[in-house]
């Protein structure tokens, strides 16, 4: 089991920032990938930002350039630095631990296996 716990979200105008940061306990060893989801208000959820264990890094086109994801596994910390803030980065933010999943016959996809509870981002113009 892995639980995660999101803090840092909250109102800020538009070109500002925020740092969130997830508190990861237990075992994230069988985790192919830690990363940072955002759910708007009728919208699907979509991935933001994920990283690896080896610290390789994507993300959204939407987001780059302007959000840093990074982990500090000796404190078991994931964090997501958010500059140029707009109002669309406006949503819930969640932390997910993915897991490698079998999606059918020898096919496996790295996938949300455990989420945070969501953190609120707004952002106001």
């Known amino acids: 089991q892995v639980q995660l716990v999101e803090s840092g979200g909250g109102s800020v105008q538009a070109g500002g920032s925020l740092k969130l940061s997830c508190a990861v306990s237990g075992d994230t060893s069988s985790m192919c990938r830690m990363g940072w989801y955002r759910q708007a208000p009728g919208k699907e959820r979509e991935l933001v930002s994920s990283?690896?264990?080896?610290?390789?890094?994507s993300y959204v086109d939407s987001v780059k350039g302007r959000f840093t994801i990074s982990r500090e596994n000796r404190e078991n910390e994931v964090y997501l630095q958010m500059n140029s803030l707009k109002t669309e980065d406006t949503a819930v933010y969640y932390c997910?631990?993915?897991?490698?999943?079998?999606?059918?016959?020898?096919?496996?996809?790295?996938?949300?296996?455990?989420w945070g509870q969501g953190t609120q981002v707004t952002v106001s113009s």
């Open positions: 997910a631990a993915l897991r490698f999943q079998s999606t059918g016959a020898n096919r496996w996809e790295c996938r949300p296996a455990y």
């Open positions: 990283i690896t264990n080896g610290g390789i890094t």
